[in-house]
C-alpha cells in the first residue's frame, strides 16, 4: 500500500501528485515582487476588456427575464444562444457553411474554461495506464490531468512546424510491436501558437496527422484532441484551417476532439470554453460532466453571449493582437540582440503567448539547475523546459525554457530579456 492510500487517500489524489511547481514559481514571483517574470501564462492586466463586460452586464441586467434566467441554474451541455454563437463563429473561422461537413450544434459543449474540456475527455476516454501521445513539449496542466486519471504520456517529437508525422508512426509502430495499441486513446497537439513550442501547425501536417490517426485507429479510435486555446490570438499570416474541420472534410467529424476557449481572448475570470466533439462522445462527455456541476456557471455563459451578441469580442480581440503584437515584436527584437550572440535559437512565433528557447547543449535550464538560480538573482524568471515534457517517449532535453511575454509591458520584457542574457552569460 503506498504512503497516500495509508493516510486514506484514494489513488487518484497520488496521481495528482503534490506540490506543483508552478505553485513554487507563484512564491518566487510574490517573494520577490522586483522580478519580471516571463513565466507566468496570464493574459495581460491592461488589456482586459473591463468597458466591454461592463457594457454587456448593463445590457443584461436591462432586461429582467433574462437576468432572471441568468441567475438560474442552466442545461449541462450549455447555453443555446451561446453554443450558436461558438458554431457560427467556427464556422466562419473555417470558412464552412451551415448544414454542409462542418459541425452541428448538438455537438458543442460548453465548459468552465477548455481546462475542464480536457479533464472531462480524459475522464471519459481513459482507463489507468492507458496512453496518449502527446507533442513534446505539451501544455504541462493537460499533462498533469493525464497523470491524475492514470494515463500514461508518450511524447512525440515536434519541429518549426508541429508534431512530425514520420515520428508519430513510429512510436504508435513501436506500441504495436510492444503488444500496447489498443492502449493508445488519443494525440494530444496544441494546433495554434502552442504552449510552450510558439509553433503552429501547417496545414499539411494537419492532414497528415488525421491520416495517421485514421490508419492506425483498427483496435480502437485513436482521437486527435486539438487543443485551440491560442487560436484567436493571431499577429501574423492567415487563418489555418483547424484540424476539426478538415477531418470533417474527410470523416463527417469524428476523429477530432477540438478544445476552444475565451480565456486567452476575452477574459479568463469569466472562464468559458467549449468542446466541439465527435458525436459519439457527447452522451458520455455529458454524463461526467452532469457528475461533476450539471452545466457551467450560467451567469457567466450569459454574459458571454451577450459580449459576442453585441460585437464587442471582435473589437477587443482586434485590439488586442495590436498590444501582443507589440510584446512578441519586443521579445524577438531583445532575442536576437541579446541570445542570439550566446548560441541561443527558438523558432519564431507568430501568435499566442509563448516564445521557447533552445540554449547551448550545456546548459541545464531545469528547476535545479545552476541558470535558474542565476537568473532569479539577475530578477527574471521563466518556465524551464523540463516541466513540459510527457514521462515517456521523446527524451527531455535539458536546454530548453519558455518565455511568456503577456503579462510584462514591453519595458520589462526589453529588462527581463537583458537579465536573463546577463545570467546565461555568467554560465558561459
Ligand atoms: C494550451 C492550453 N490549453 C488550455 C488552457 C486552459 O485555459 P482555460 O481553462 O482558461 O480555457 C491553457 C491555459 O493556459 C493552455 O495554455
Redesign the pocket.
Known sequence: MSGDEQRGLSRRAAWAGGDNFISRLMTEALARPDLVSLAA?FVDQQTLPAEATRQALDALWADPTRTRIALQYGTTIGHRSLREAILDRMLKADSLGPGGSGPTLDQIVVTA????L?HLVADTLLNPGEIVLCAAPS?F??LDTLANVGARTVGVEVDCNGIIPEALDEELARRKTAGELAAVKAIYV?TYY??PSGTTTTTTRRQQLIEIARRWSHENTIYIIE?A??RELRYYGDETPSLYALDGNLDNGEQVIH?G?F??SFS?GI?V?WGILPKRLVGPVLAQKGNVDFGSPHFNQMLMATVLQRGSFDRHVTGLRESYRRKLDATLASAEKWLRPLGIDWVPATGGLYVWLRLPDAIDTGLGGSLFRRAVSEGVLYVPGECCYPKEGYPCPKNRLRLSFGVPSVEDIVRGMESLARAIGTLG
Open positions: 501564462g474554461g477548455s481546462n475542464q480536457l501544455y496542466v493537460f496544441t502552442d504552449n487543443d486555446a491560442y478544445a476557449t480565456s486567452k479568463p472562464r470554453g
